[in-house]
Each structure stands twice: as C-alpha cells, then as structure tokens.
C-alpha cells in the first residue's frame, strides 16, 4: 500500500463479448501461430489421445499372408469334393492335408480350411473328413484386414486405443503427432504465496497458477508455471518476454484490472499490441486480449471465478484450434427452469453457474453465490446459463439453457436439498458417495424458511428445517401446515442440536447471555432473515425484552453458522449464534443458548423414490450415527424417526 | 504345427452372456477386491483426473482475513455517512482512510471499503469521497468463499481443474487420491513378434497389447505387458503367477479357444478358478473368466475384435468399480436406420460394428465388415447395435438403436458415400480433414452398383461410380437413369483412370491380355458383382468372346483393388484386373486394358447443402489434383466438372 497514486489510470473499456471474440480470434488466425504443425515421433504406445499430424498410410498387410482363420487341416477344395457325413473322405497328412493352428500359413498348394469339427482323426498320418470346402473357406486372405498402402488414420485425428492397435498391426512403429500446445501461466501479487504455505495476514495462497494450470492441461495443452511475482513493472516484463520466447502462448493472471499496481496492460502494450482491454462479462470484466510475438498473450483478473471463465472464453478456443480437436469442444445444452428470480445488469452477458437436479418431471437450475471470489461455486456447478446483456435477469422459473457439465443421469439421480444448513448435511454428502455412488446430492444453503418456499415451488425433495413456533415452543410442524398446505410430507428427525454463543478461544469479552449483545463494546454477527437460527434469537430477545436495535451487528447476515464462527475467529465480530460442532471446528469457546430440533421435510413422493432411499437407509444407519455425533454437540437419538406424517 | 493331435480338447460351452455376467461380476464382488482402497498421496498439481479417496476437508479459510474486495481506500462506514456527489466528504489519509488494493486486509478499526470511482484525491494527506458506505461494504469476509474444515471434496469424487483451484485455496498441499488398478497383459502365440519387426513368413505382429494396453489406460487403468510368451504351458503358468501376485487383474491374451495349444484355459484353472468358459456372443464367444488369488484373470480371444469386445464387457466393469467411475461409463444410444439387411445366427447376442452418418433427416448406420480379424472396422465404427440373441437379425431400413462413441453433432457433420472405390476417396478423407476439421467423410465400399441403390435408399450423400454401359460405350448416365429415375441429381467427374492387369514385377507368367486368362496356369483374382471393374472386364470378355468358365479364379471375389493386388502381391493369385494406383501400392507390374471415366452421382439437394461444399471446393483445387496425379495412372483434367445434370 504505497502513499503514492498519482499515477492511477482508470481507462478499460468494456465492449461486448461477441466483438471482443471476433477482433481477438481473427488477430491471432492473422498472426499465422495456427498454421504452425509442430510434430514429434513417438512409439505407438505413448500415442493414446495425441493427435495425428500426418496421415498414417499402413506398411506391412495384415494379414501378410494367408492364414488360417480356424484350426484345422490345409487342404485343395477339389480333393474334399466327395466328403459327407454319412461317407467321410480320407486324406492323408502331409500330402493331401496339412494341420494348421489358426493363424497359420496356408501351406503351398492348398486353399482352403477344413474345420477341426469336420475332421476324424484316423491316426498320426489319416484322417477322414465330413464335409467339402469351397475354395478359400476359413482363409483369411493376405490384407484380408489391412493392405499395405492404404490409408488407417487421416491427420488431426484423435487417437484412440483400436487405432494404436491398428497401426501396429499395420507395421508401424511410430506415429507422427502434434506436438501438446505450452501455456506459460504468470501469476502476479505481492500477497501470493506458494500452495501449501502457512498463510500471515495479508498472505493469500496463489491457486490460481493450480487452476489456470489444470484448465490448460484437461484442454490438452502442457502448462508451465512461473513462481509467483510482485507487482513489478520489469520483473513482470522480464519474465513475459522470456515466456514469449519459450512457450506457444501466454497467460499473465491478476493484475488486469485499472489499479495502481495493474501493470499487465503495460506489459503486454510494450511487448506487442493490447487488442481488448475490457469486456462487458460479468464476472471477468477487466480481461486483457493481445498478441506478442505473433503469439497469443492473455491478462486474465484475478479473482478465480473471472479467471476460470475467461479463460474457457479467451483461452481455450486457442487451445482447440492449435490441437486441432475442433470436435470434442462443443458444449452441451441442458433446459431447466431457474428456482429463483435472478436481476442482472443491462449492457453485460453474466454466467451465472448453477446445480441441477430433477425433481418430479422437472430439472430445476439452483443459482449458486455470484462473487466472482467464490471458487467453491465452480466446485459446486453443474453449469452456467448466460444471461444475455440485452436482458435485466431471469424470472423464477422461467425456463433457461444451461451450458452444461454433467450429463441426463446425473441429473437424474441428484438428490437436491435445499433448506438450513447442519453440518450432518455434510457428512451426509460424503458418506451417500460412498455407499450409492450413483447418486449425487446437492445441497444448497437458504435457510430453514427458504427450503420450504423451495418445496412449495417443487424445486427440492428435501428440506432441512429447524423453525420454532413461539405460539407452541413446537418446531417446524406449524410452518409446514402453513407453507405446504396441500402437500402429502413426512417430517423426519436429523439431530438434537444446541445453539450457543461462539466467542474466540477464553473468552476474552466475557460474554455470557444473550443480555451481552447489547453491551456496547460487543459486535455480533447475526443470521439470515428466514434461517431457524435467526427464528431462535428473535423469539429468545422477545422472551427477554432486549430490543434489536440494541445490538451491534443485528444487521450483519451470514448464511451458515461456519460463516458466522468464521466472522469471531477472524475478529472482525466477537460473538454471533450458531451451533456446538461449527464453534468446535474453528476452535471457539461455545456458551449454551436453547436446545433445537433439526429435521428434514420431505414430500411422501420423493420419500417414496427410489432416489432417496440410499440416504433413508443412511440416516437410519449406527455407523453414520456416530460419525455426527462424533462432530460434538447433537443429539442423535432419534435420527431417521418420523416425526409427523401429513396427508 | 505337430503331428500329433491327440490331446485336443474341444470342449467349450456357450452361456448366454448375461449369464456369464452375473456369474462373474458375483464371484468378483466375493473376491473382495472392489472393496480394497489403495491411496496415494500426490501434491495438488498431479491430481487432475484422479479420484478422491477420502473426503478433502479445508484446512484453511479463504479468505483467510476480512479483505478489499475492491481498489479504493479503507474506511468505518459511521464516518462516511454524509457523502454525496455535491457535497465530499474530505477524509484524512492514515487516520479516517487508508488505501487499500483489492484482497489488501483491512485494516483494524475500519469496516468497509469506499471505492476508488468515488474518491476525489486532494493531495497525498487528504481525499473526498462521493458516497457513503454501509457496513462490510466492499469487503470480502474472512471464510466467504471457504471456511476451514468444510466439505470441499466427497470421496470417490474425480478431481477437475476447480477443484484443483478450491483445494489449493484451502491450503492443502497434496490430496489422497486412489491408485489406478494395475493390469498384467500377457500376450501368447509362437507367431508373434514385437511390434515394428520387420515380418518373416508366418510371423505376425503383437497389436493386441498395444490394443488392450491403450483400452486398459483409457478406462483408467495402468498396464503392464509382458513379453510375448511362445504356447509353452509351462511359460504360460509361470508369468501368470507371477502377474497375480504383482498386479491387481491379468488378461492373458490368446489360447483362449480349445485348439491343441490353447493352454490359457488350463493356466487360470491351476491357478485357481474357471467360472466361464465360452460366451454365446459374436465375436468373442471363446472368453474365459476366472478368479484367482481372489484376483479377476481373464482369458481373452486372440482376434482383435474378439478381444476388443470382450475387454470392454468384462474387464471395463471391473476398472470401473476399481476407479469408482460408475458415473462417466454410461453408454450412449443413438438411435438410426440399418442400411441393409443383417442375418444373424440364433442363439448368440451379436456385436455388429457401424458407421454413422445423416442423410435428408434420417441418421443411417452402415454395417461394417464383421469378421473378428478385421481391426480397421474398429477404427472406423462410429458405434455397434447388439443384436439380441433371439433374433435371427435385422430388416434393412429397420430403426436399431445404435450404442455411439460419437455424437450428434458429429453424426450431423459426416459425409457418407458409398460406392466403389478409389484412392482418391482416401486422399479426399484426408485433406478434408485438414481443410474442414468439422467434416468427417465416412467412405463404404460396395461397388458401384451398391452406391447407386445406397442413393435409391436415401442411405447416402453421394456414390463413386464407374459404370460402362456395354450398348452405349459411355460411363454411368443410363445406370442413373435407370436407377434413380425420380432423383435430381449432378454427375460430377472425379478422375479419368486406366485399368490393367496387375502382375507380380517381371510379370513371371508372361501375362500380356485378358486373353491370358484362360490359361490354366494362371489363377485370376476377380471384383465382386456390380462393381465397375467387374462390369468392364465382363463387357471385354463379351467383346473377345471369352467364357468366363474358361477363367481360373473368376469366382474369387474381393472388394477393393487393394486387396486384388494385396492377393497378387501374396501369390496366392497370378494376376487381376485393376487401377494403376493399386499396382503401384504394392509394387506390382501393369498391363492397361482400358481407360474409364470415374465419376461421383450427387442428389441435387446435397450437392447444393452446405455440408458438401467442402468438399466439391477441394476437388475443384489445383493442389489436391497434384496430389491425385502423384498416385500415378490418373486423369485430372475433368476433375470436379459437371459431366450431367438430373433433373
């Protein structure tokens, strides 16, 4: 953070996608780099997936001669004329039959096979016959396969294991490829630290050089990776134009954007042409497109998601043209209907990545978090929709296209949840992997009231809820019959759970109540709106008369009660609700609040599917019981009781 | 080849294959070896592809502080409440603002970040800001994208380039990830030599470990291949135990049948159990299956079709279960129209290799060659149709459902001609796929006559055709005429050609004239019916009042001029008529006979369609006429001309 920012530019222009593609894709088809055909000799067996740079013509025939196709005797067809089963012929061995092994020569003179079913043997030099053959029976004719010449593999083609074998049957020994395209990968930020560092303030682990790197690799290009530099004009230069001259193209990450400290621009200015700079995305607006060397080079943001996609919009198709494998990189569409309304600027096309999964006839598309710094949302996706920039954003449950990464089974056989979160969800998700590996479950995290609105809308097959009932001190029962009125559900026990105060290791606030909140040097973080554990704190203020407003912090919503116990343990709050096993994984102190019931609700239909019953059985299961009650703080007695059954 | 054959065992029963599944994969889950989990544990970068083998739980958070989630300076939201555009608020740099990056922590005492857009700086000490900021405004939250201990990846879970991303940014270093099932391949077979040995008579190359190497390893899997073993039982026993206790499965190939030196059977019997020996499918029915130190061992045909197929019902299953990869191993259907009829034996589910390809808006699949030696009709299978055991085969035109390794799109963008051919197909299949890497052209080969009835059928887009009407002397028009009299269609030249006898170098036979045909020392290759060559060589035997009893070999019949010369070049025959190309291919002598014009028969609508321009543009080249005229015996100069319009 330097005093100085005079010299600060703020100029990107974000111009749409289709022109940014359009101006960058035909500079580098002018820049003559994807005419190149970079080849290398290797053995047939380190061929698989390569790509053939020549056509492969066959050398040898195969078979090379004519050969046996069945064991039996070599014969002339005109001697076996007579042969019947009731009248079987006899030929001697050696001079009028000859025994072959399939795959044998045919001895010279004979043409044909006689199969040993047909044959008796008499003694070592007789045997007799039961049926004629025609000339060339059970022969398999010189090139009968493949003739020398002829063509067995065109250029640009991918080669699969039958090809490897069909080569070498066709006496080849090495196959001419291309060569893998390299990416140079130059990560920058005077925060980054190798992966795997024990991180000090400030520090921020560089995976993007493992992301940017993985990317290029599953596209079929080989990735160098620079170590990480500081935001420095030279060293940065130095290193790309190095970069330039080794590898095929050329990725600098971060540093993209219009900062003080954004020198990518500058560097790609000095060593040959910045085409875009700016695209009107959303995330991965502030990309740089360019071309150095006659050789593609690319400034990617930094932030991981923009980095992701970018790259798949900018990098890859480079990728698939310089490998040749135009073929493999179409997308594959999946329609579904959005599960909620999703507003987007005007004058930008957003990906939005989202999960899948079928519920009763329909495939539901889940929005996941939107910030460009959420990796896990790419983890957690099943695609992405665009939403195009003439558009203000989707409708819930207008029907959408997804750019899809899964496939119709997958989706099919995707478990959606979608309610509170509970860490036994977790367990949950991993354990289902195991014991049905078919099957996938989704869990999305919107709060206890939130997952019965998606139950409503037929949008999930479960819902994980804890809502108190401040008229009954009941749980959950009075909100199903309010939000599922019509709807035939099983409410089925997950865990006890305690809720408490979390407050950093000691307790150095001295909080002990709720009653602490409204101390002025205490800053809370509280829950969503519609999450149980924000029911609970209301419904406990109310009991104890301490107004909302008294509470610093009241305002600040997370969505999962890690959030919360993340927000104390960074110190950016000193206390926040949430349960025994979220404090206990941050190694928190826990202050006892309530006792709460979590359940699931689940609509009989699907707790009648075939789909859910791998987790039933789960939940009903003694070993799962005790790795959650291992997680300290539930109660696990009634896990996979049903609670009430409304018709 | 020994002369005694007394220990030959015949016997080999065929169960219906789903029979033999259920026995196996059974006896395979008994072994315990699918519930073994070999881990390895690999630094990040090394891991994509790789199948967790344990949860991934964050060791860190990320972020790991409250950060800047924009440029611009930090700031306590309470002292920008009064900002506006008209009015700035002026703030002290260092006291009530510092400047920050995006991902800067920010610093104690200030809670969100004003950015850079509404920052007026006044000099290095004093700034004004624009607007005011809610609290945690611009900032990143401690956790927000991660927080430590959450899910980030299941087990069994194949690990992608953002996962690669998450892991990292969640501070891991290396992820326990499972070993790849090993598999011994032992190849047997006194024939066999290493592959690119130059070949002796009776020799033949080792494909089938390349093959089965590059299946194995494409399923996931590592593969061992051992040297080829001669039939030695002996060898054979020894190399497989050793196998069995290095490796997880071993596939010995070959000497699965009941032939005199098929010892596999024998080898997986002492060393532990045979639960199948003989499957009713086709090809491949000589399988054997077996378990031996609680290990799969399998006995697969020596065919390469045979052990292609096999290898893929019976040892993909397997690595798929090993590898957890259940999910990706989904066949897909394409459903599509059989061009011609298919008769099939009773009694054994055949595997019946096709090509596919849209013709109008039908897909149609064209049956390969089906015998089990033919590799090439591997290599150029677009998919198979199973065509059950209870069914005596299939009606042409009748809808199969097609199990692909393509896709629709690339279905969509294949070129289908069927018809006679020519070397020039070759090279057009080749440069298209340099000039239109999109474009396939899958090329049958069924005589001219067969293509014409393939364009009555609407099975193709065009037909390559040389057919001499004997009352007219012209080439193809009358054929059209006849055969496709309600079709618009364009008669477009390919090449003028000369047709000769082709005769080993020397021509030792003396052979000068068709006329030499009839001697009864030389034995003649001929075309099969309703090819071009065949009607030409019947129109001069007509002309020189030949019979064509008088000819030794007439009814031999092969379907390219290749293997006309590859059965010349073999000397299992003297001579047969044929292309100069073919002649030259495998280094033989020419006799020319005749010259005739080469043509390809265009329905209107596909000469017109976009799908073919390619195509006509790259018989209309200069260039690939030069590489046309370097085969040697053709004439260009029509090539691509209009000779006839249909309408």
Same mark, same amino acid.
């Given at each position: 953070m330097s005093s100085s920012h005079s010299s600060r530019h703020y100029y990107l222009s974000d111009i749409p996608l289709d022109q940014a593609q359009d101006i960058f894709f035909k500079a580098i088809k002018e820049s003559g780099i994807l005419n190149q055909c970079n080849e290398e000799l290797l053995p047939i067996s380190e061929t698989l997936g390569r790509i053939t740079s020549q056509p492969i013509w066959a050398e040898e025939s195969s078979p090379a001669f004519d050969s046996a196709a069945m064991d039996g005797v070599a014969v002339h067809?005109?001697?076996?004329?007579?042969?019947?089963?009731t009248n079987p012929l006899p030929l001697s061995i050696g001079c009028q039959a000859m025994w072959v092994d399939t795959g044998d020569p045919i001895p010279v003179g004979y043409n044909a096979v006689v199969m040993i079913e047909n044959i008796i043997q008499v003694n070592d030099e007789l045997i007799r016959i039961t049926a004629p053959v025609a000339p060339w029976q059970h022969v398999r004719s010189l090139g009968e396969d493949i003739v020398a010449t002829e063509l067995i593999l065109p250029q640009n083609h991918e080669i699969t294991p039958v090809d490897q074998g069909a080569c070498a049957a066709a006496g080849l020994n090495k196959l001419a490829v291309l060569t893998k395209p390299t990416v140079a990968v130059i990560v920058t930020g005077n925060e980054l630290v190798p992966v795997g560092s024990k991180l000090k303030l400030g520090e921020i682990i560089d995976s993007n050089s493992i992301l940017l790197s993985g990317l290029v690799t599953s596209w079929g290009g080989v990735c160098h990776i620079f170590d990480p530099l500081p935001d420095d004009y030279d060293r940065i230069l130095t290193c790309a134009k190095l970069a330039l001259n080794t590898y095929d193209a050329v990725i600098i990450n971060a540093g993209s954007s219009a900062g003080k400290e954004d020198y990518t621009a500058m560097v790609i200015a000095e060593l040959?042409?910045?085409?875009?700079?700016?695209?009107?995305? &959303?995330?991965?607006?502030p990309v740089i497109l360019g071309v150095a060397n006659n050789k593609p080079i690319w400034g990617l943001p930094g932030y991981p998601v923009s980095a992701s996609l970018t790259a798949e919009l900018f990098v890859k198709p480079v990728i698939d043209s310089l490998t040749r &494998?135009?073929?493999?990189s179409e997308p594959s569409y999946i329609t579904a209907h959005i599960t909620q309304k999703v507003s987007s600027p005007m004058g930008e096309d957003e990906f939005l990545r989202v999960t899948l999964g079928k519920v009763g006839d329909r495939i539901v598309a889940t929005p996941l978090q939107r910030g460009a710094g959420i990796i896990m949302s790419l983890v957690k996706a099943d695609g992405y929709v665009k939403i195009p920039r003439y558009s203000e954003g989707l409708d819930s449950g207008s029907e959408i296209n997804v750019i899809s990464n899964t496939n119709a089974t997958r989706i099919d056989n995707t478990i959606v949840c979608i309610g509170s979160h509970d860490l036994a969800l977790d367990l949950i998700g991993n354990y289902l992997k195991d014991v049905a590996p078919l099957i996938a479950f989704s869990s999305a995290h919107v709060g206890s009231l939130g997952g019965l609105r998606a139950l409503q809308r037929l949008e999930a097959h479960l819902a994980g809820c804890h809502l108190l009932d401040p008229d009954t001190g009941e749980y959950n029962i009075s909100y199903i019959e309010h939000y599922l009125p019509n709807t035939r559900a099983k409410l089925v026990n997950l865990v006890g759970r305690v809720q408490g105060l979390m407050v950093p290791r000691g307790n150095p606030n001295n909080i002990h109540s709720l009653q602490d909140l409204t101390r002025t040097d205490v800053r809370f973080a509280n829950r969503q709106r519609g999450s149980g554990t924000r029911v609970l704190l209301d419904y406990k203020l109310h009991q104890m008369r301490i107004p909302t407003s008294s509470i610093k912090g009241y305002s600040r919503e997370e969505y999962t009660h890690l959030s919360v116990a993340a927000a104390v343990s960074g110190g950016s709050v000193d206390t926040g609700l949430g349960i025994l096993s979220a404090a206990t994984a941050l190694n928190l102190d826990f202050i006892p609040v309530a006792s709460e019931r979590y359940d699931l609700v689940i609509p009989t239909d699907h707790y009648e599917s075939e789909l859910l019953q791998p987790l039933l059985t789960l939940i009903s299961d003694k070993t799962f019981h005790e790795s959650v009650n291992a997680?300290?703080?539930?109660?696990?007695?009634?896990?996979?009781?049903?609670?009430a059954d409304f018709n």
């Open positions: 067809s005109d001697t076996t004329v007579n042969a019947t089963e040959g042409e910045v085409l875009v700079h700016g695209v009107a995305i &959303r995330p991965g607006h &494998r135009t073929q493999t997680l300290g703080g539930y109660d696990v007695s009634g896990m996979g009781h049903i609670i």
